[in-house]
Antibody, heavy 120, light 110 residues
Framework: QVTLRESGPALVKPTQTLTLTCTFSGFSLSTSGMCVSWIRQPPGKALEWLALIDWDDDKYYSTSLKTRLTISKDTSKNQVVLTMTNMDPVDTATYYC????????????WGQGTLVTVSS | NFMLTQPHSVSESPGKTVTISCTRS????????VQWYQQRPGSAPTTVIYEDNQRPSGVPDRFSGSIDSSSNSASLTISGLKTEDEADYYC?????????FGGGTKLTVL
């Protein structure tokens, strides 16, 4: 059974750096084609793709956020970490991680999500 | 980069059929697979259609997907609507190292 779980702070202050960890089980990120992605959803708004890391350690970022994002993996710990710098209240959202088995396939499954609020 | 445009909301009665569209702004809708996700309030999205028209196990055959190259759009059709189908639905596709979600459609079953 494939599962993913997000963890990180529920509250960050403006200008701080957010660090989120996705801990997964049931698959290996060293398997060819395997990827983990981060997606966020502000309250009441649509899903927004943020970043993806693949089995070969290639990294891809949303064009609009790429200067603020860094994605990395620790294959031995089955973890993917996302950092987002210079947090702003508009970054308040539920952050999800999800597995994808090939670039052109579905994000499936998703973690339960973690709500991050940016406020002073 | 391309965009995927969905209607903001649709509503239909139980037992009826509804279709949600997803129009790609540039590039061919057929060049990359389209996925559809269902999201109920307070829950993470789940896949109801993948690779344009494939249904994951456990998803009722009342859900179907298609693409139309003439309108450069994908569609999710739900027949025999049930109140439990009331949710937000998102289309998603990929192109050139960019993953894109539609703006979401709120389905009301009343």
């Amino acid at each position: 059974q494939v599962t993913l779980r997000e963890s990180g702070p529920a509250l960050v202050k403006p200008t701080q750096t957010l660090t989120l960890t996705c801990t997964f089980s049931g698959f290996s990120l060293s398997t060819s084609g395997m990827c983990v992605s981060w997606i966020r959803q502000p309250p009441g708004k649509a899903l927004e793709w943020l970043a993806l890391i693949d089995w070969d350690d290639d990294k891809y970022y949303s064009t609009s956020l790429k200067t603020r994002l860094t994605i990395s993996k620790d294959t031995s710990k089955n973890q993917v970490v996302l950092t987002m710098t210079n947090m702003d209240p508009v970054d308040t959202a539920t952050y999800y991680c999800a597995r994808i088995t090939h670039y052109d396939k579905a994000f499936d499954p998703w973690g339960q999500g973690t709500l991050v609020t940016v406020s002073s | 980069n391309f965009m995927l445009t969905q209607p903001h909301s649709v509503s239909e009665s139980p037992g009826k059929t509804v279709t949600i569209s997803c129009t790609r702004s540039s590039g061919s809708i057929a060049s990359n697979y389209v996925q559809w996700y269902q999201q109920r309030p307070g829950s993470a999205p789940t896949t109801v259609i993948y690779e344009d028209n494939q249904r994951p196990s456990g998803v009722p055959d009342r859900f179907s997907g298609s693409i139309d190259s003439s309108s450069n759009s994908a569609s999710l059709t739900i027949s025999g609507l049930k109140t439990e189908d009331e949710a937000d639905y998102y289309c998603q596709s990929y192109d050139s190292s960019n993953w894109v979600f539609g703006g979401g459609t709120k389905l009301t079953v009343l």
